[in-house]
């Protein structure tokens, strides 16, 4: 753990499991609520000398860390996949991407906005840091969700405690020691902890925004454990995003995209396609297209050669994919397909895909967060707009026309906080990503996500 800049000695250890076997692979620090205490006062120490330092200052530290970063790549990517279970090429892809957002914060600027100057007066705007920012992080894209983090409130001119989720902590506690050559003591620390330190977290009284990714139950909360100290809120929740595929697609070009919307990261994204709603005229064809591909993909060890999905991260995930399995088969699903798992102790959880699933199915209420697809058949468009949108989520959405115009009118009527045509999820470093609904509240990402670390500052003079 890194706080104050240097190792902290832990309190104690925990073991961390390789979700591929189900073994104990290596031990993590975990704080205790003293060193919490510690970390939170080294940042708020840091805080004046760091948040009084150039922006230009802080994007090169924030451009010095990513080369650090490139530099330990490999290390960081091998751990990855050891603790999280994606393939050594996706968590090299996590480890580039996740460098790739926190350094296109380097090149922003946060400006000074005069609304009137005359000879009477003067009226401008300004942005200043918040203050110690805390991050909770989830476990699907460890690495991802803590440089989203790091990158903005550092370059605002914050200081930043971090908390990873404590299945998959090793890869972020290695990027904190990385960051001890980079940055002045006190300004990144990163301890380990449960949900225990996490709440701790956000009632401390010297923290003073909370940047959090993870499920609806925690983000909801935490939003109102945070009232009380009245903490500005980042909240990136869970999704169930709709997809809508319209008659006049070829199908055979978008399955394979339809398939990986969904199937990336073993299906732990927020933002994957979670419920697909086929048009009849196309719905067979699809669902054979689906499942010749999923009887493509290898699923095993990260690190196996030609492998594309390893298991999902925690055996709770694995339980919970497995009741939603069991509550819409009972409920009159008919399963597709599901595919071959690994032997041996891992979490593994088969490729599954579900077809006329029932709306009230847990499978299609709930964040369905793993490989396991429901399909939905329409004949009406604006049926299928109206299922897609009676969803308490609202992340991302999309449809899928050979018709692009007609498309981006359906798709600007769901409600979510990104709506794609064609595909599903597409990101990148320039554009803003956040939810509406159960899925969270404000942005990450590009200058939203950046002005998301700073505090409106009015100044207001009368000039005589
Ligand atoms: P979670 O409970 O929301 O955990 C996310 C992070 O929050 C972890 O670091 C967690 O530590 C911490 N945490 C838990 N309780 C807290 C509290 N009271 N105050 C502050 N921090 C707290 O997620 P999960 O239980 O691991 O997964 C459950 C579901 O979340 C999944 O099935 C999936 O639907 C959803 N999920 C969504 C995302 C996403 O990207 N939006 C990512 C992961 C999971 P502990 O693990 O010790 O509780
Ligand atoms: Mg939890």
New binding site residues.
Partial sequence: MTIRGSNARAAHFEEVLNPATGAAFARAPVANLEQLDEAVEAARGAFAQWSSTTLTDRQAKVREFATVLRENLDDLARTLTSEQGKSISDATMEMHAAIAFMESYCDLSIDTEVLRSTSEEHVEVRRRPVGVVAA??????PVM?ALWKIGPALVAGNTIVL?????TPLTTLKIGELGQQVFPKGVLNIIN????V??A??KHPDISKIA????????K??MN?ASTTLKRLTL????NDAGIVLPDIDVETVAKDIFWAKFSNAG???AALKRLFVHDDIYDELVAQLVQIAKSVKMGDGFADGVLMGPVQ?A??RD?LRSMVDDAKAKGAKVVYQGDIPEGDGFWFPITILADVPADASAVT??A?GPLLTIHRFSDPEDALTRANASPYGLGASVWSGDVDAAVALAERMDSGTAWVNQHPAMGPDTPFGGVKSSGMGVEGARWGLMQYTNIHVVNVKKN
């Fill in positions: 909770i992080t989830p476990w699907n894209f969700m908390k990873p989720a404590p299945t902890g449960d949900g225990e996490g709440s977290l956000v959090f990714t993870g499920s609806t139950a925690t983000g909360h935490i454990t990136e929740l869970g999704g732990q994204i927020c925690n709770m995930q919970k709930d964040e967060f």
